[in-house]
């Protein structure tokens, strides 16, 4: 028997054992001065060896270029030849097996031999524990060619998928021992093999994403892809692709704080590296809506196009956010422009693309096409669906980047315009949006500023934003006309309808005179909505008092504008005014006037007949209260 001691010295390992070495073995920069006969009873390679190198005149020396680990698993292999007992772990094991099985350490050259130790510990040790095989996984790097001629890898990514995929609330105990302190079967904490009787945290479905993202791509590539055959959700896998992303892509994770910068840091990777990574998440990702957090991919896209990722790759990205754009934030689109043009701050025509494939998807367009329905119904529909939530979204995305003064009027038009009508349930985005882009903007010639203004409709804008619109200088004449053509028409309805109300409530109160005692908390309800139908009458017939004398102020303005004397080149210019605004300065001006006058006052005996009925109504009140 050989007592057997390693003296190291630098690039040398002397076996001192009382004998003189016979055999010299150089792995990598490292010589080991050894014994014949305990390599070559273990080892059938370095019985060759041996014995060709024997042969030679200089002594023998066998070089060993090729031995799975390097020098420090031949050293553990030299400590197994001579006797010694190794102490296998998951870390060492992969490396021990690939160089037994390279050295032909099997059961024929000893009973008990490396190869057949290492292969047990594998199986009985390793492949039953979550974190054993994990690491033993991630030692397959380094040795992946002699690994896998052994199925190392795949026997490991079974392993794992098959715990990841195994519920953890039913796995027991084992399962738990990768988080934390261990449980006993009865799932209270273990503590040195003795219950503590406390109760640990319940696991969720992600409880693996954070373990598995320590894999390289190619073996993380595999255990998805077992994953998946097993039959686990897509949304699993899909959560767990997202948590390997923002490890190694720290463009990520710049708006996101805490636990996740500090996973980012110890991860670096080069921009060529994190640029193939991306691609390669992209081809994972299936393309299926909400599976993914739009967040997420609009940061996936920034990094994309940063690190000049394939056309291809940044192409799925816009279409896959594209798929679920109803998700999205404001401040998700507003992505700097990175392009060698820089003519705008942000990258307009990117989120044009994406909105353009948002409507190639989205089923509304088909479904409910403006044509099948009429504006109202169509409205009432879109309210709540996705294309409404859209079309607010790029509508303050528009008045966000209308201050460019680099954002030209064809792109802003172009984005605004793919919006259809009946989206917009309400005009009163686009019209800030357009608002801000003509003050930001006052070089616009007249017919770009009507050109922009047709794309909102002036029947959809609220009460405030018409009272704003009315008296903005920035919007053309003819718009302003219609603002107030519009507006005047709404409160005419609305006051028709109040009316109609009041005449209703008339007809009632007859039919509920006789009833009065036996109903006189209806009676008293009923007062009390036509008191308050009285002061919402009172503040429209002051409203349309108001847009009443702006309209005869303009048309004030509009006469002496056309008695001046022009020159006929002028007066043929005035006279395409006239037509572009669509009325005749006097005459229709003067009918319109003069109708609002009389239907006003009309309105105006109609309100003080309801007055004096409600002032003899409220006195029969009163006398029936004393009786």
């Given amino acids: 028997m050989y007592a057997l001691a390693f003296c190291v010295i630098p690039v040398i390992a002397f076996c001192t054992t009382g004998l003189p070495s016979d055999v010299v073995v150089e792995v990598e920069e490292m010589s080991f001065h050894l014994h014949k006969f305990p390599l070559l009873s273990r080892s059938g390679v370095m019985e060759r060896l041996i014995a060709e190198a024997s ?36 870390s060492k094991v992969v490396y021990l097996r690939c160089a037994a099985e390279h050295l032909e350490m099997t059961e024929e050259y000893g009973e008990g031999n490396l190869v057949s130790q290492t292969e047990i510990f594998l199986n009985q040790t390793v492949l039953r524990s979550w974190k054993d095989s994990l690491i033993a996984l991630q030692t397959c790097d380094d040795v992946l060619s002699y690994a896998e001629q052994l199925h190392i890898p795949k026997r490991c990514i079974d392993s794992l998928a098959a715990k990841a995929c195994t519920d953890p609330a039913l796995f027991g105990w084992p399962m738990m021992e990768r988080g934390g302190p261990m449980q006993s079967p009865g799932g209270s904490v273990l503590w040195n093999g003795i219950s503590t009787g406390a109760r640990p945290k319940q696991s969720s479905e992600d409880w693996w994403y954070e373990d598995v993202s320590n894999l390289s791509l190619p073996l993380y590539k595999r255990f998805i892809s077992v994953m998946e055959s097993r039959g686990v959700k897509q949304e699993i896998t899909s959560g767990s692709l997202v948590c390997y992303s923002r490890k190694y892509l720290p463009g990520l994770n710049r708006r996101h704080g805490g636990s996740e910068s500090r996973v980012v840091s110890a991860a670096l990777l080069s921009e060529e590296d994190q640029k193939a990574l991306l691609e390669e998440i992209d081809r ?74 948002f409507l190639t998807m989205d089923q509304v367009v088909g479904d409910a096409s403006p044509g099948s329905v009429d504006d109202g119904q169509l409205m009432e529909s879109a309210s709540l669906t996705p294309i409404t939530m859209v079309a607010k979204l790029i509508d303050g995305y528009l008045a966000e980047v209308a201050p460019d003064v680099n954002l030209k009027h064809p792109k802003f038009h172009s984005l605004a315009s793919i919006v259809p009508e009946y989206a917009r349930p309400l005009d009163d985005g686009l019209y800030r949006a357009i608002d801000v882009y003509l003050k930001s903007h006052p070089w616009l010639a007249e017919p770009e500023r009507e050109q922009l203004c047709r794309l909102m409709d002036c029947q959809k804008l609220s009460l405030e934003a018409c009272t704003h619109a009315a008296q903005n200088e920035r919007l053309p004449l003819r718009v302003i006309v219609q603002v107030l053509f519009f507006e005047q028409l709404q409160l005419r309805t609305s006051i028709a309808g109040c009316f109609l109300v009041s005449e209703n409530l008339d007809g009632s109160r007859q039919l509920r005179s006789g009833l009065m005692g036996a109903n006189e908390g209806g009676w008293a309800t009923a007062v009390r909505e036509n008191q308050v139908l009285k002061v919402g009458m009172d503040s429209m017939r002051m409203r349309v008092s108001e847009l009443e004398k702006e309209c005869s102020n303009m048309r004030e303005v509009i006469d002496k504008l056309g008695k001046v004397k022009v020159s006929p080149a002028s007066s043929s210019a005035w006279g395409s005014v006239s037509k572009k605004f669509g009325f005749r300065l006097k005459s229709q001006m003067c009918s319109a006037q003069e109708g609002s006058v009389s239907k006003q006052n009309h309105g105006s005996k109609k309100v003080d007949k309801v007055r004096e009925k409600q002032g003899k109504e409220k006195k029969i009140v009163l006398l029936n209260e004393k009786n």
């Fill in 55 to 90: 042969e030679g005149e200089e002594g023998c020396v066998i070089k060993l270029s090729d031995v799975p680990g390097g020098a420090k698993t031949f050293e553990l292999v030299a400590k197994f030849c001579y006797g010694v007992k190794l102490e296998l772990t998951a």
């Fill in 284 to 357: 994972l990702l299936p393309l299926q809506k909400d599976l993914v957090p739009t967040k997420f991919l609009f940061g996936l896209l920034r990094t994309a196009r940063f690190l000049q990722a394939d056309a291809s790759c940044i192409s799925n990205l816009e279409k896959r956010i594209g798929m679920q754009l109803d998700q999205a934030m404001l401040e998700d689109l507003l992505m700097p422009n990175i392009s060698y043009t820089m003519e705008t701050l942000y990258d307009v025509d990117c989120v044009q693309r994406i909105l353009e494939h």
